[in-house]
């Protein structure tokens, strides 16, 4: 038997062959061994294998040799099912051409994009090659801008991912425009019931070509799991990214809304980071892309639907933030490392909730995989965050210390004005009895602030409010209800409806005014030390 070990015998063209070899590419992979051929010989085929196993390759050849360039029309359409995977599909095409020196003209559309300027270049230039979101080819469809009717060759790149967001009705619609006669590639990593129906409604005897490429990312990629709690797990991922030092990583979270959360987490503790995923304009897409891809971020946070197909030289770690929902899922984003024959490490956090889905991985991979904790104390100190403060750099029990420590030396204090800003100051008159957590504001020049929210304790809390509330005017309010107690327990006593005597000034509030002239303080229990 023939054993098929460079691209020459595969049929690709020298031209193609040397274009490959610029790029280091020499030596085929199992999915282009079993699938050019069967292209090249103007058959349909159903691939699947996982991202990064070389399938775009696989059809970007075929597809090349089947292009009349005399032709002024569409012969080749790619759909994929996000925007970052048409850009790339469309980059490495490019890289392809300029390469072999080639006068094909590809032209990628997708949301985001101004359509004017699509449909511009569709208008003044011939297009052989379309590379397009399901979406943005039905719009110009509608539109009237392509004809679909000179397709031969048809890719359904990732046809799982883009049937599980909802794009069924889109595919069929798309694949009902091109000629009955046309070549079909479609490429899944996993075979879904949709898939079939798909194969079986519109594909001509379908090669079906499975690699099973499952067990060797799983064998050349490190793993491991972080075990930790919700509440910690933030601080786990901090220290681990300190401990490990990516030179880029990628960390998964399940939504959209985590992955925005985590990034502004994760900024405010100084990483250089940046977010991916559906809710961020085009523009917005890309600039994050190549900020990655330059190195000028160090992580990328992103959903899986965002980071479907990236593929991007030197990442060295993958984060699971969020654990993956299916044992796909995790091959899926821990093969975003490791390419090309480099190392790669694949970190899990898992919490007690996620036992099950993480014992459904370890099946579903045929391996166990080791687990470990980290010190969450020392996360904070290898990256406070600035705007939290002195809190961060502590563990939870030094935190609880420290705080009992404070409360003790406060109630020490109370009674006589040290250490906080409550109980309202006067130059020649009494404080009145405003607690350390109200938000009374009495004004200076003898004018009391209104309506005083005080009650206050010593320890911070605050306890039955009322409205003290002075008036500017020099008249006393009436039944206020401050009462702070120095030893940080707060009755609900009523004060008096008069100018009485204040007392109780509280510590560690916010409260309490300055009064410039000798104006009583409204009515309260006074503090006792």
Not at 334 to 361: C, P, S, V, W, Y
């Amino acid at each position: 038997m023939t054993i098929l070990n460079d691209f020459t015998s595969l049929g690709i063209q020298p031209k193609y062959t040397e274009a490959l070899k610029e790029q280091s590419i020499t030596e085929p992979t199992p999915i282009q061994v079993e699938t050019i051929p069967v292209l090249l010989n103007g058959e349909d085929v159903i691939g699947q294998a996982q991202t990064g196993t070389g399938k775009t390759m696989a059809f970007l050849l075929p597809m090349l040799a089947s292009i009349d360039k005399e032709k002024e029309s569409i012969q080749s359409l790619i759909v994929t099912p996000t925007r970052e995977l048409a850009i790339q599909v469309t980059a490495e095409l490019n890289q392809l051409l300029a390469a072999s020196k080639e006068d094909i003209n590809v032209l990628a559309v997708y949301g985001g994009q101004d359509v004017e300027k699509q449909i511009k270049r569709l208008t003044n230039k011939a297009v052989h090659i379309v590379i397009g979101t399901p979406g943005r080819i039905l719009d110009h469809v509608r539109r009237g801008t392509v004809d679909f009717t000179e397709v031969s060759f048809l890719v359904l790149d990732e046809a799982d991912q883009m049937l599980h967001i909802g794009f069924f009705d889109e595919v069929e619609a798309i694949i009902r425009e091109t000629p009955y006669t046309r070549q079909t590639a479609l490429f899944s990593a996993t075979m879904s019931k949709d898939i079939r129906k798909i194969g079986k409604r519109y594909m001509n005897n379908p090669h079906n070509v499975q690699i099973r490429e499952k067990e060797k990312i799983v064998e050349e990629i490190q793993q491991e799991v972080i075990e930790t709690t919700d509440r910690q797990k933030l601080d786990a991922l901090s220290q681990t990214i300190h401990d490990v030092q990516p030179f880029l990583g990628i960390i998964f979270c399940r939504t959209k809304r985590r992955v925005s959360k985590l990034h502004m987490d994760l900024k405010a503790r100084g990483f250089l980071v940046d977010e991916l995923h559906g809710d961020l304009s085009q523009a917005k897409r890309e600039a994050v892309m190549k900020k990655f891809r330059d190195a000028k971020i160090q992580l990328l946070i992103a959903t899986d639907v965002a980071a479907r197909g990236l593929d991007v030289e030197g990442v060295t770690h993958v984060f699971n933030y969020d654990i993956p929902e299916d044992v796909e899922s995790y091959i899926h984003r821990i093969g975003r490392t490791g390419r090309a024959g480099n190392d790669g490490l694949a970190i899990t956090f898992a919490a007690l909730k996620d036992k099950q889905a993480l014992e459904m991985i370890e099946k579903g991979i045929e391996r166990s995989l080791p687990r470990r904790e980290v010190e969450v104390a020392a996360a904070a100190e290898s990256n406070p965050s600035p705007s939290r403060g002195k809190g961060n750099n502590e563990s939870a029990k030094d935190r609880r210390e420290r705080k009992i420590q404070e409360s003790r030396e406060r109630s020490r204090k109370s009674g006589r004005g040290s250490g906080g800003r409550d109980g309202e100051r006067t130059s020649s008159g009494r404080g009145s009895g405003r607690g350390s957590s109200g938000r009374s504001g009495a004004g200076s020049d003898s004018r009391r602030g209104t309506s005083d929210r005080s009650a206050g304790r010593s320890d911070g809390r605050s306890g039955t409010s009322g409205r003290s509330g002075d008036r500017p005017d020099g008249r006393h309010g009436s039944s206020n209800r401050s009462a702070a107690r120095s030893d940080g327990r707060n009755p609900s006593g009523r004060g008096s409806s008069s100018a009485g005597r204040g007392g109780g000034r509280g510590t560690g509030g916010r409260s309490g005014g300055r009064s410039g002239s000798s104006s009583q303080g409204t009515g309260g229990r006074r503090g006792r030390s």
